[in-house]
């Protein structure tokens, strides 16, 4: 037999259990807090790297205090060597990175940093990067303002 309370408890175990299965859905976050999904990404060309693309994610590398940056770096591409003001912190996506410290491009002392490496340099550190036959993305944090400053 159905009745009112019955029919009240029945409403309240189906609108409690839409509420659980929508707060499992899209949890609830702290306001001020940044989610960006990579359909969020608004990805430019870099005008530090031809053919290297940005997207911002925290901050503004050009400005003073804490960035995070996206960087897709094509096929075949070279990073020369060069330097940051500050410490920089990467970390690869997707691809595999090839990564040597110095002023000088000595492939035999290269590192080879496949996806999820991590990898820490120290500001004013000389280094170079490139790729081979596939794209690589990164993921680079620092505090700004950045600067590319190249060896001549």
């Known amino acids: 037999m159905c009745t009112s309370r019955n029919k009240f408890v029945l409403a309240i175990l189906v609108g409690t259990s839409f509420a659980y299965a929508a707060s499992s859905i899209a949890p609830n976050i702290h306001a001020g807090s940044k989610v960006v999904t990579p359909g969020d990404l608004k990805w430019s060309e870099s005008p530090r790297a031809p053919g290297v ?18 960087a ?37 002392k290269m590192l080879t940093l496949p996806p999820r490496t991590f990898i820490a340099v120290p500001g004013k550190s000389w280094h170079f990067l490139f790729t081979k036959s596939e794209p690589v993305e990164l993921e680079i944090h620092g505090i700004g303002p950045r600067a590319n400053i190249f060896a001549r």
């Open 53 to 70: 693309q940005t997207a911002p994610l925290v901050g503004d590398p050009n400005k003073p205090g804490p960035y995070v940056f996206r």
């Open 72 to 108: 897709k770096y094509p096929p075949n591409t070279v990073n020369r060597p060069h330097h940051h003001p500050g410490d920089e912190e990467i970390t690869v996506l997707s691809g595999t990175l090839y990564f040597g410290d110095g002023l000088m491009m000595k492939p035999a």
